[in-house]
């Protein structure tokens, strides 16, 4: 797992309310009640002391741990995850994967001996009353909106607060991450599948607008020709049976056909392992497949049992939830965005 530090922008004082007051042109009581209560004052005036806050670099002051005060995981916290736009719970509970990073996250706060806490707000009308709440000492944040609504941004900035895996409405940086690296996917299935002496690749998807997958391919494609092997991308535009079975056909009907296959995920692994074997392709016999996420309720399906990459989504909600008590503690310190390594699992039997 590699943490690195954001650049922040060194100020000579510490800026106050009074100026982000002047800067927005409103009193220091707007201002402090935006802070606890974002929704008390109008749309149009928590614009203007957004944009203040932001010029001004202004953030609350926050109770520091006191020395030889117990480590940041000792502490019992509330903690709230807020799931942003589609990431609902019933979106999120529906995905087999989904339910590690919860897992983690609750091993986490339970070591912690801390509370938590759920919410969601899919970008339309008031925030949630439970973010103005001052019992919550930090936020795991999960999903994106088109617009940050003002209001929203100026809680999570004024809180501890930690973004977790890919997708984020934090073009600054201004928060925390704790995220896969999307970027190593790609380059591991190429090198599990050129590592088995296979020159002749394919990368088959039926979502090519999904970003994770767009990056996968990218970097699989590069890696194996770096590798010194041949890949082809058979991607078609929508999920399902009809257009996967199409990419699938001219992967392994080309002149050469290909004799590897990465999939960027295993709801596609697993119905193009069932697809191949209909057309005499045996796959993990003539035809090799690799596919991400190992998810087990899938995988378990098939044998012989593809190869998968596994996210180790446990180990982001566990990191994310330390590196939130860290916030806690250290309100101050440089934010910090920090990958946590897939890695492969091989084919079983």
């Not at 940086?173 to 591991?188: E, K, M, P, Q, T």
């Not at 995920?265 to 193009?272: E, M, P, V």
Request: with cysteine; proline share 8%.
């Amino acid at each position: 797992m590699a943490d690195s530090p954001l650049p922040r922008r060194r100020r000579k004082s510490r800026p106050t309310i009074a100026d982000v007051a002047h800067a927005a042109r409103v009193s220091q009581a707007s201002v402090s009640r935006f802070i606890n209560q974002p929704q008390s004052v109008s749309e149009a005036m928590a614009e203007r002391i957004t944009r203040a806050l932001s010029q001004t670099g202004f953030r609350a002051r926050r109770a520091r741990v006191p020395a030889g005060a117990p480590s940041p995981l000792g502490v019992p916290r509330l903690v709230a995850v807020l799931t942003l736009g589609a990431w609902s719970a019933r979106t999120m509970m529906g995905m087999p994967v989904f339910p590690w990073l919860f897992a983690g996250i609750q091993r986490a706060i339970d070591h912690g001996h801390g509370t938590l806490v759920y919410c969601h707000y899919d970008g339309n009308g008031p925030i949630p009353d439970l973010l103005a709440d001052r019992s919550i000492d930090g936020l795991l944040v999960l999903g994106r909106l088109p617009q940050m609504p003002a209001a929203l941004r100026t809680v999570l900035l004024d809180r501890p607060s930690v973004w977790m895996m890919r997708e984020h409405s934090d073009p600054g940086c201004s928060i925390d991450r704790v995220f896969y690296d999307n970027a190593l996917v790609g380059r591991f299935a190429a090198d599990y599948l050129l590592g088995l002496g296979l020159r002749r690749l394919a990368f088959v998807n039926d979502s090519p607008e999904h970003t994770a997958f767009v990056q996968r391919r990218d970097c699989f494609l590069t890696a194996v020709h770096e590798g010194g092997g041949s890949a082809q991308a058979f991607e078609v535009g929508n999920p399902g049976v009809h257009d996967l079975t199409q990419a699938l056909q001219a992967a392994i009907g080309a002149a050469a056909p290909c004799t590897g296959i990465f999939l960027p995920s295993d709801n596609q692994l697993h119905l193009a392992a069932q697809i191949l074997d209909r057309l005499g392709a045996a796959p993990e016999r003539s035809l090799r497949l690799i596919g991400c996420n190992n998810d087990a309720s899938l995988l378990a399906r098939l044998s012989p049992r593809p190869a998968t990459i596994d996210l180790h989504l446990d180990l982001i909600g566990e990191r994310a939830v330390h590196q939130l008590l860290t916030r806690i503690s250290d309100p101050d310190s440089p934010v910090m965005q920090l990958f946590v390594t897939p890695s492969v699992v091989p084919a079983g039997r």
